[in-house]
Structure formats: structure tokens, C-alpha cells
């Protein structure tokens, strides 16, 4: 049996990403989430000059991309979705950027330890992957003093969605005691964690948390066609997304 | 001399009400207990397991109020030193020290400009004062300051959450207030004072840049006994065992 993530990102991919994935691998500046706001504003990232890096859930591997123009030595894409790797592989060749790509899990990655500085995960692992298991991994990977960054879902923007398919609204749905896994009708499975948590899983795992940005959407941004599960008003006035950067410790 | 800031003033005159009206009849139920219990929902310390051994540590209460947590730790062998800006709640914890014998040194001042030596302490702590009352951009910083390399900063206020969706007196399911009306909430109108709730993203950056590494923060969901405080009942347990009305931070000071 096929994992639901894999058939939901399949689908995904036929259906959206593919066609975006040029498009994305084009870009010259680094954005970040539904809202698409720049790295140079965010200051999210370390220096990657010169750096190796793993991106857990590249998709369509345009964050990795990115990586790699902005001077990043070696850039390996870790994805499950064998339809996301073939649009992956097109554009890397497309583009000539030398990407490697692995079909795996990230919460189960087939490469060696104490490999890579940087971990990165955009709507990849950091939501799609059991975070019990994937930041484990992600230590694993890392070699010392190497850190990890991933944007997922503001734990608020979680609490505030209701259980259909429908956009994100100002009345708490769900208790945040017991927040872990979400199951969407016709979609995967995602993993949520509140801050709390999220530190302690970091610490517990040798990292140190460096920082949390708490994005929220810019005041002219409109309301995304596909993302549609969080309105620009919605995220305007709360963070729907934030990122995490934390380091191994030496 | 700086002219003292706007909420200091504010918040001193809030205290001295608030005060009058409950928090020096409580005093002597608070300062009696023998366990440490954290927030409305009187979450045990002996549970929580925050702080481990404070015997012999040299502990600094900013914003202690009357003091009934400093009195707590004296109990238990630390050596604290409270620290208030309202006179009044000071005059109560004098009060508490005389009638239970306990003495420890109380100072009146803000927690954003204490008047004691860098690096002589190893625990900082608020529960519920300068974590609330004071400008985290001064008071953080101070604690910093105050602490020896290694100590420890733990301090206990109201989660983002129970902020956001603080309505009219109560604490609601709705998100009342935007974000950008977080890192500084005035609840004059309402008969309270002016607080300080940046969310965990920025009060992480504050403690970062003060020279902290945190440690953990705790989000505590109300156990299942718990009833609604008769006093502090913006918010009832139900909510609180669904969200975290309370989160206690704890960071180190980087060696």
C-alpha cells in the first residue's frame, strides 16, 4: 500500500507542482512560505557559502536550488514522492545546478552521519514528517555546530482550522493539549507541534534554539488561489507560519 | 536622572489598589502554605521540578510582590532578595517576614533599574511580576546583568494564547486581540495596568541577545481536579485544560 503522503504529494504534483517547479527554480532571491516573504528580510539562513546541505522533503527541490546559487558546496534533496523527484530531476538538469536527489523518508534518511552543516526543511519534513523521528535524523546528519532551519505552521493558525477543508478562523477549534498529528479529508498526514514542545524535542535532541520567526503576512498580500486554507486578512493580523533555526551543539 | 517611564508609575498605582483589595489579606494564606505551587491553577513545584536543589543559591524575586515565593525558597535554604516597586506590597511582605520569622532582604525598586552589583546572583525569578509588569527589552537585560555566568532565569507569566483571546474581563475561545497588540497591552480602562506579552518568538530574540541559552519553556495544561480561582477568575479551568493559560520560561545565563 502506497503511504497517504506519497499518494496525496503524487497528486499534488500532477495537479500544481509540477508546472511550478520551473517557474521556482528560476528565482533568483530566496522567499519563504505561502506569503513568500525574502530571506533578506527574514535573515532565516546562515552564510551557506561553501556549505553541505540536506533539504528533508525537497518536492520539487527549488529551496535546494536556491541553495546551491547562493554558493552552497554540495546540496542533497531527500524526498519520498518519486513524481516530485522526476519534476526535481528535470529542472536539475535543466538548470545544471548538480543537485543530488534520494528517495527516502525523512524520518529515515540513507546517507552517512556528521555529513552536512546545514538541515533545511520549508513545508517539507518540517510538517510532513514525524517530528519524533525526523530531528533525531536531522542530528544525525548534521556534523557539529551544523544547524537546522524549517518553516511549518504557526501552531495558532493550527488551533484556529477548522476540521473540514475550509481557511483558518479567529475561534480556537481544537484543544492545543494532544496537538501532534492531523489528518485532512483527501490529503496526508501532517505533524504539529506547540513551541513548547518543539524546544524541548530540539533540546532533547543536543540542539540549541537560536530563534523563532513568527511570520505574518504582509499588509498588501491577497489571499493565495492554492493556499487557500489561510486567508492574507487571517494571516495579516497572526502569524500562520514560523521558522525555526536551532544548532547542534559542539 | 531618566524620568521613571509611564507604566512603572501606572503599575505601582495599580498595585497599591490591587493590594488593598486582595493581594494583602492573601498574603498570610500564601506566605503559610509549605509546598510551592505555580499560578491560579496551583501547579506543584514538587511536579514540575523547575529549579532541583535551591539550597545555598543566592536568588533575586524581581517584582516579587509580597514575597511569598521568595519566602518559599528561604524555606528551602536559598538566600533571596525581593525586589518591588510598590511600597504598599513591600509594607505586606514586612508584615509576613515579622509574624513567620523569616528575614530577607527587601528592596524597593523596579525590576528594569535594580540598585544591587552585577553578577551576585544564581537564580533570577518572576512569577507573574517583572515577567508582566516590566518592559522585557529593561528588565531582561537586568536580569542578565545581576546574574553570575551559568545562573539561571526562570520566570512564569501568561501564555500568548490566553493574551490573545483575553476579552472583556474574561478569557474567551475568540483571538480578541491582533498580534501587533501584544508587547504591550494597557488595561486601564478595565481597571488593570499596563503589561508586557511579546509572543515566544520575541522573547526569545530578547533573552538571545541578553546573553541567554534557553532551556525549556513549559506550557502547563490544568490538571484535572483543578477549579476556577475565586479571585483570578478571568479564566476558568476548563480553558485551561484545553490551553495553556500559564508558561514558565527557563533560560541560562551563557558562561
Not at chain 1, 500544481?16 to 512560505?33: L, Q, V
Not at chain 1, 543536543?206 to 504582509?218: N, R, S, V
Not at chain 2, 536559598?78 to 509574624?99: E, S
Request: with cysteine; net charge negative.
Amino acid at each position: 500500500m502506497t503511504h497517504p503522503n506519497i499518494e496525496a504529494w503524487t497528486r499534488e504534483n500532477a495537479e500544481h507542482y509540477d508546472a511550478r517547479a520551473e517557474g521556482a527554480w528560476a528565482k533568483e532571491e530566496i522567499d519563504w512560505g505561502i506569503w513568500r516573504v525574502p530571506e533578506a528580510e527574514l535573515r532565516a539562513l546562515p552564510d551557506v557559502t561553501g556549505k553541505d546541505v540536506v533539504e528533508l522533503g525537497c518536492g520539487t527541490g527549488y529551496f535546494g536550488a536556491w541553495l546551491k546559487k547562493r554558493g552552497a558546496s554540495r546540496v542533497v534533496g531527500v524526498d519520498p514522492t518519486p513524481a516530485q523527484l522526476d519534476t526535481a530531476r528535470r529542472c536539475n538538469e535543466k538548470f545544471g545546478l548538480g543537485l543530488e536527489l534520494v528517495e527516502a523518508f525523512a524520518e529515515e534518511v540513507p546517507l552517512a552521519d556528521d555529513s552536512f552543516d546545514l538541515a533545511i526543511s520549508e513545508y517539507g519534513a518540517s510538517i510532513w514528517a514525524d517530528p519524533y523521528k525526523w530531528i533525531p535524523e536531522a542530528a544525525r546528519l548534521l556534523r557539529p555546530g551544523g544547524d537546522v532551519v524549517f518553516l511549518c505552521n504557526s501552531p495558532l493558525a493550527m488551533l484556529c482550522s477548522p476540521e473540514e477543508d475550509l481557511p483558518t478562523v479567529e475561534t480556537l477549534q481544537r484543544p492545543q493539549f494532544g496537538m501532534f498529528r492531523f489528518q485532512w479529508p483527501d490529503s496526508g498526514v501532517e505533524y504539529h507541534l506547540p513551541h513548547g514542545e518543539w524546544i524541548r524535542l530540539l533540546r532533547a535532541n543536543g540542539f540549541e534554539i537560536l530563534d523563532l520567526i513568527e511570520i505574518q503576512a504582509p499588509v498588501d498580500a491577497e489571499t493565495d488561489q492554492h493556499y487557500d486554507y489561510v486567508s492574507a486578512d487571517w494571516a495579516s493580523k497572526w502569524p500562520s507560519e514560523e521558522i525555526w533555526r536551532a544548532r547542534l551543539s559542539t | 536622572m531618566a524620568s521613571t517611564p509611564e507604566h512603572v508609575e501606572v503599575n505601582r498605582a495599580h498595585w497599591t489598589r490591587s493590594n488593598a483589595e486582595f493581594t494583602d489579606a492573601d498574603a498570610e494564606d500564601k506566605w503559610a502554605r509549605e509546598e510551592i505551587v505555580w499560578g491560579s491553577f496551583e501547579w506543584p513545584e514538587s511536579e514540575l521540578r523547575i529549579f532541583g536543589d535551591v539550597a545555598g543559591l543566592d536568588v533575586v524575586e524581581l517584582g516579587c510582590g509580597t514575597a511569598y515565593f521568595s519566602a518559599w525558597l528561604a524555606r528551602r535554604g536559598a538566600r533571596p532578595v525581593g525586589i518591588d516597586v510598590t511600597p504598599a506590597q513591600l509594607d505586606t511582605a514586612r508584615r509576613m517576614q515579622a509574624r513567620h520569622g523569616l528575614d530577607f532582604q527587601l528592596v524597593e525598586a523596579s525590576a528594569e533599574d535594580v540598585p544591587l552589583p552585577d553578577a551576585s546572583f544564581d537564580l533570577a525569578l518572576s512569577e507573574f511580576g517583572a515577567s508582566i509588569w516590566c518592559d522585557p527589552e529593561r528588565w531582561i537585560p537586568e536580569a542578565a546583568r545581576l546574574l553570575r555566568p551559568g545562573g539561571r532565569l526562570v520566570f512564569a507569566r501568561g501564555s500568548t494564547i490566553e493574551q490573545l483571546c483575553f476579552g472583556e474581563e474574561r478569557v474567551t475561545e475568540r483571538l480578541e486581540h491582533d498580534w501587533s497588540e501584544l508587547e504591550r497591552m494597557d488595561f486601564r480602562s478595565e481597571g488593570g495596568g499596563i503589561e508586557f506579552h511579546p509572543p515566544v518568538g520575541v522573547t526569545l530574540g530578547v533573552l538571545r541577545r541578553a546573553g541567554f541559552e534557553l532551556l525549556a519553556l513549559h506550557e502547563l495544561l490544568a490538571p484535572p481536579e483543578a477549579e476556577t480561582h475565586p479571585h483570578y477568575d478571568f479564566v476558568t479551568a476548563d480553558w485551561a485544560r484545553r490551553w495553556p493559560s500559564v508558561e514558565i520560561w527557563d533560560a541560562r545565563k551563557q558562561a
